[in-house]
């Protein structure tokens, strides 16, 4: 019974990591192409809060269960496939990082801009471009960990 609520908590945390990714990226993605700064401000506002409260939260229980599970199930910590996924796992968290970051001051610049009746500044668009570049490799480290522990290959 153990094994089965870890297995849930896991998939659970990896379906939340996946979904307010590609939440946040479409949300922000339809807000930036608005061009309004007002809109942009409360958009990116609710996404840093989702990252926190959602995706930070899945993302500290994910090493946890998966400890627990691979212990559980007395699978050896140094497969390949398991090694692979802590190096995408890291991968995924070094791209993740600057990314709330940048949502969190794209957020400061909209709101600024939006209170003073301007556009949106010039730096706010170096942002976006930074934060839409970002999310390809860390949804993609995401995307292949979930093939991983689906397949779970033998890859040397």
């Not at 993605?29 to 401000?41: Q, T, Y």
């Not at 699978?75 to 791209?95: E, R």
């Not at 990314?99 to 400061?108: K, L, N």
């Amino acid at each position: 019974m153990a094994y089965l609520l870890l297995k849930y908590v896991h998939i659970i945390g990896a379906t939340v990591i996946l979904g307010t990714g590609s939440g946040i990226a479409f949300f922000m993605l339809m807000a930036h192409r608005s061009g309004d700064a007002a809109f942009v401000a409360r958009t990116a506002a609710v996404v840093v809060i989702a990252d926190i409260v959602f995706t930070a939260t899945a993302i500290v229980a994910q090493p946890v269960t998966g400890f627990l599970l691979a212990r559980e199930a007395g699978i050896p910590l140094d497969l390949p496939w398991l090694v692979a996924s802590y190096a995408l796992y890291l991968l995924a968290g070094v791209f993740w990082l600057p990314v709330v970051w940048m949502q969190a001051r794209m957020r400061d610049l909209a709101r600024q801009a939006a209170v003073q009746g301007d556009p949106l500044p010039p730096r706010y668009h170096r942002l976006f471009r930074l934060w839409f570049v970002f999310g390809f490799p860390g949804f993609g480290a995401v995307l292949a960990i979930v093939w991983l522990m689906v397949a779970k290959p033998t890859l040397w």
